[in-house]
């Protein structure tokens, strides 16, 4: 079965852009869960999506948005760019919602110049 | 959910067991114990997770007190691909997917 994936792998944008970055989970899982990595924070929570509905939200700006689709991948978009928000975000799924293990993709590692 | 304690970092020579502590002292009754690792700039990878019994499976075993105030993660035959950061997250599993990482602890294994 194949993992999960997450396209691009590499991203560098400029302060104000937006960026959409996606992630396909493993096949049959139905939820898909957002985080942000950082050497100064560490990893965090971005947001989850089970049956297209975000399920739950961590502490991060309204700038930060995604969506599900009817097949569960996932999108995750972020607007007006700015130089902190250069990490790796790693798109992580799961069977269900509620507890069950997840199974992380590589990440896309942006860069905001 | 529970914070975690963990200690920043362990070397383990290659070859032995690698135990890996954590501190969850105020976990509470329903509140699952997760292992996760991150090998350098890849995705975290699931180990293993327990509630109140030990675990073991293919990649560790789970020993949790009785107290459920700590746990401990081991390898049993460390391996230089076992060098990692290893996350112990302490949750509920009925409140979503997310997963609070701490810093983990830095397992170093030396040939």
């Known amino acids: 079965k194949a993992g999960v994936t997450q396209t691009p792998r590499y991203l560098i944008k400029t302060r104000g852009q937006q960026v959409t970055l996606s992630c396909s989970p493993i096949?049959?899982?139905?939820?898909v869960s957002w985080y942000q990595q950082t050497p100064g924070q560490g990893l965090q929570f971005l947001f989850e999506?089970?049956?297209?509905?975000?399920?739950n939200k961590g502490n991060f700006p309204g700038r930060f948005s995604g969506r599900q689709f009817s097949n569960s991948r996932s999108e995750m978009n972020v607007s007006t760019l700015e130089l902190g928000d250069s990490a790796l975000y790693l798109c992580?799924?799961?069977?269900?919602?509620?507890?069950?293990?997840?199974?992380f993709g590589p990440g896309t590692r942006l860069t905001v110049t | 959910d529970a914070k975690t304690t963990q200690p920043p970092s362990m070397d383990c020579a290659e070859g032995r067991a690698a135990n890996l502590p954590c501190n969850h002292s105020?976990?509470?009754?329903?509140?699952?114990v997760y292992w996760y690792r991150q090998i350098h700039s890849q995705g975290p990878q699931y180990i293993i997770h327990g509630l109140k019994n030990n675990e073991t499976n293919e990649m560790a075993s789970l020993i949790i007190t009785e107290d459920r105030k700590s746990s401990t993660l081991i390898l049993p035959h460390a391996t230089l691909r076992d060098t990692a950061v290893y996350y112990c997250i302490v949750r509920l599993t009925n409140t979503g997917n997310q997963f609070y990482f701490g810093t983990g602890t830095s397992l170093t294994v030396i040939p």
């Open positions: 999506y089970f049956s297209e509905t975000q399920r």
């Open positions: 096949s049959g899982h139905r939820s």
């Open positions: 105020t976990i509470s009754g329903n509140e699952y």
């Open positions: 992580a799924s799961s069977l269900e919602t509620g507890g069950y293990e997840q199974y």
